[in-house]
């Protein structure tokens, strides 16, 4: 019996020594000082806590959070902590659009007349891809708009309806979330489907995203993170809104960094969108007088060239959540920032990152 003990511990030491080390990514001298940055950034953003990724021709080679995900609570943030997305979930609804664009179910050029029956007659001359551009003419919510209601989807389209053109469609650019908003509201209208349904079944299952979805204060959503502001230089909850909000489509999503790593790897493939519908999307949109927009903005995605490295990036801002994601397509390289502080900046963390991972190329 005894030589058996001693015969198993043997071969436990064995099979202990000649196992293969595995050394993550994230362990290199590179990464560790990434890491010090991220740290001291947080630190003088105030930022409660932050998930970033760093991905590589679409494979992951960082992904680490710091900091609380609930500072009541005193849980840490990690690659799977769950995010609001704010307006980084708009690229997921341009992506919806462009998928009716392809199937033949929608048009760019369309008017907005042919989807939305009663609507003003200044929308005969709007189409699709201003609405996906921001130069549509469209604003944003009002003033006294009253997040607190539980607004209709028929309710919100009829306030922008409501709301007259800022501008002549196709002559300026401007920021809209109304814009975006409506463009959910046209993809229930064509598919007959909740647009966070349909983002449900042609992007978020067919990729594995499986925790991402629209937003559901009532759900049991595993490793939430709670969002936060500053007031007077005090940490606060979040404020808080009806829940009909919380489901728009100018960006009302629930993702972690890992699920943003898989949809990030889907861009460098035409299993969502052919080449020729991502290309269009990364190009800045011309307006009528063939200048390019002054917004450089593409269909839900911003482009820039930042030293000479294009730019393909989004950042968003909702209910104490900051995030930002950027993705430097000729580089192949993408970083990606997520943090539960309202007001602080997650992109300058992402682009200071990707300059680090750039200079050492």
């Given at each position: 019996m ?7 511990n043997i ?7 000649l196992?293969?080390?595995i050394v ?5 001298p590179?990464?560790?000082a ?6 001291s ?9 932050l998930?970033?990724?760093?991905s590589k ?14 500072v009541?609570?005193q ?6 902590t769950?995010?609001q997305?704010g307006s980084v979930?708009?690229?997921?609804t341009?992506?919806?659009?462009m998928m009716?664009v ?5 048009g760019l050029?369309?008017?907005l007349?042919k ?22 003419g469209?604003?944003?919510?009002p ?14 389209l009829k ?5 007259p ?5 196709d ?11 409506t ?8 598919t007959?489907?909740f647009?966070?349904?349909?983002l449900?079944q ?16 009532a ?7 709670a ?8 940490l ?7 829940p009909?909000?919380n ?6 999503l ?22 020729s519908s991502?290309?269009q ?18 269909f ?19 209910q104490g ?10 580089d192949?390289l993408t970083?990606?920032a997520l943090?539960?502080?309202s ?5 300058k963390i ?12």
């Open positions: 005894m030589k058996l003990r001693i015969l198993a071969l436990f030491a064995l099979v202990f020594l196992r293969p080390i993550p990514a994230q362990s290199s590179q990464a560790q990434i890491e010090d940055y991220v740290r950034e947080m630190q003088r953003q105030h930022i409660p806590g998930s970033l990724l760093v021709g679409g494979k992951i080679i960082l992904s680490k959070g710091f900091g609380m995900s609930n009541e609570l849980v840490s943030v990690k690659p799977e769950m995010f997305s979930g708009k690229q997921f341009a992506t919806a659009v009716l392809e199937q033949g179910n929608v050029d369309d008017p007349s989807y939305f029956k009663d609507a003003p007659k200044a929308w005969n001359n709007v189409t699709v891809r201003e609405l996906l551009s921001h130069t549509a469209f604003g944003d919510y003033k006294d708009f009253n997040f607190r209601k539980d607004w209709t989807e028929d309710e919100l306030l922008v309806e409501s709301i053109l800022a501008y002549e469609p002559t300026k650019w401007a920021y809209s979330n109304l814009g975006y908003l463009l959910g509201i046209l993809i229930h209208r064509v007959g489907e647009y966070g349904d349909f449900q042609r992007i978020f299952h067919p990729l594995d995203m499986t925790s991402t979805h629209i937003i559901s204060e759900d049991i959503v595993p490793n939430r993170a969002g936060y502001r500053l007031v007077k230089g005090e606060k909850n979040q404020e808080w809104v009806a009909a909000i489901t728009t489509a100018d960006g009302s629930y993702f972690s960094v890992l699920d943003l790593a898989k949809w990030d790897a889907a861009l460098y493939t035409e299993k969502l969108l052919k080449k991502l290309d999307m990364w190009t800045i949109a011309k307006l009528k007088s063939g200048q390019p927009n002054k917004g450089h903005y593409g839900g995605w911003f482009i820039d060239d930042r030293q000479g490295h294009r730019c393909i990036h989004h950042d968003g801002a909702w959540f900051q995030t930002a994601i950027d993705r430097y397509v000729d192949q970083v990606i943090s539960n502080l007001g602080s900046e997650p992109g992402t682009q200071h990152v990707a300059e680090m991972y750039l200079a050492g190329k």
